[in-house]
């Protein structure tokens, strides 16, 4: 990406209420733009944060992170192994390779690092969602053949050690 084009993406983000920009290519650079809000009771400024990597990567291929769940609301004790498992990129949920296949992985089943569990849909490229933890798949949040968000919760699973 050239200077121009990063200085024209810094004052997007700069002039909009988003605060962080992140894009991936094609051959696995990425730039995430952040904007922090900083200073005193009245005015606020803003600094931004560029940071440029190169992550290889099989294509077609990626882990989905799993984050801690920070609902409290599980009554039933087990909401310190809950894990959620969210959407690294937007696109289209699918929990099937086709419509007339069976799904990935149901509710209830086990997960292991490297299993497939859904497939996102990103400008016309059908991206494999893998885990990166072992554990029971809980509950499937995210609804087959819609829209999800970067960082939308799709699975809700039970970390096993």
């Known amino acids: 990406m050239r200077a121009k084009e990063i200085r024209e993406l810094v004052k997007i983000v700069e002039e909009s ?37 190169s992550t290889p990567k099989a294509e077609g291929h990626i882990s989905a992170p799993a ?31 086709s419509p007339d296949a069976d799904p990935y992985i149901r509710e209830g089943e086990n997960i292991s690092p490297g299993k497939v569990l859904c497939i996102i849909e990103a400008m016309k490229l059908m ?8 554990g029971k798949i809980v509950k499937i949040v995210a609804d087959n053949g819609q829209p999800v968000e970067y960082n939308q919760t799709l699975f809700l699973v039970e970390a096993t050690k």
């Open 127 to 134: 991206n494999e969602i893998e885990a990166e933890v072992n």
């Open 67 to 97: 984050a801690p769940v920070v609902d409290a609301g599980d009554k039933s004790g087990r909401s310190d192994n809950l894990l959620e498992i969210k959407a690294p990129m937007v696109g289209t949920f699918y929990r099937a390779p």
């Open 17 to 53: 209420i988003i605060g962080e920009l992140e894009i991936t290519y094609w051959w696995g650079r990425k730039i995430r733009i952040s904007k922090t809000a900083t200073g005193g009771s009245s005015a606020k400024h803003s600094g931004i944060e560029i940071v440029t990597t």
